[in-house]
């Protein structure tokens, strides 16, 4: 008796080519173009199968940007790792930033700058921000007077967020309006921050 053939749901890395024809789609061309549909077609399989894996285009689309997301926060904090100086630290991390945003736009806006309704994405995604937000908040604590109160280098964390996001979001939606290329954002933030911290 031959061995049962796999049905298309069962077959051998079905999900991660889903995973991967997804991310190509969504990295090169935006998230309006991603579909299940697409990604199906793509892929060689049925639309129910690719259901049976992410149950709409939402989930699949907050599985790309988990993933994104920890590979370059896994990155980032290596960089920052690598240089004994804190305040090369927090270069490295405004310099990362926004190469992200730059280079990921769809997924930086939906990681950092979209609210979604759905709770266990809000959950998910403040599960992913504890580590970055605990390291960023060490590192701004490393270069404030050491007397500095936890409530101010709070702020600092904030207003340091703030910057970045803010100068993110103009490059990302409107460079000309604002004179912005990559190297302006990355050095007007640079400046404001470094500024802000030292103040």
């Not at 997924?107 to 504890?130: P, Q």
Request: net charge neutral; hydrophobic share 40%; proline share 4%.
């Amino acid at each position: 008796m031959s061995p049962r053939k796999p049905t298309e749901n069962e077959s051998p890395g079905l999900r991660q080519r889903i995973i991967d024809a997804a991310s190509q789609i969504f990295v090169e061309e935006g998230y309006e173009h991603l579909s299940m549909r697409r990604v199906a077609q793509i892929v060689g399989c049925s639309q129910m199968a690719a259901y049976r894996h992410f149950a709409n285009k939402e989930a699949l689309t907050q599985h790309l940007c988990a993933q994104l997301y920890t590979d370059f926060s896994s990155r980032m904090f290596r960089q920052m790792e690598a240089a004994d100086e804190p305040w090369e630290q927090i270069r490295i991390f405004i310099s990362a930033l926004v190469n992200f945003a730059v280079s990921y736009p769809d997924h930086y806006s939906l990681v950092f700058l979209v609210r979604h309704a759905d709770e266990s994405v809000i959950a998910e995604r403040e599960r992913l921000g504890e580590e970055f937000l605990q390291t960023i908040h060490e590192l701004i604590r490393r270069v404030l007077p050491q007397d500095t109160p936890v409530a101010t280098s709070n702020m600092r964390l904030r207003q340091v967020l703030t910057c970045l996001h803010g100068t993110a979001a103009l490059l990302i939606a409107h460079p000309r309006a604002y004179g912005l290329t990559k190297v302006k954002a990355i050095k007007d933030a640079e400046d404001t921050i470094m500024r802000l911290l030292r103040d």
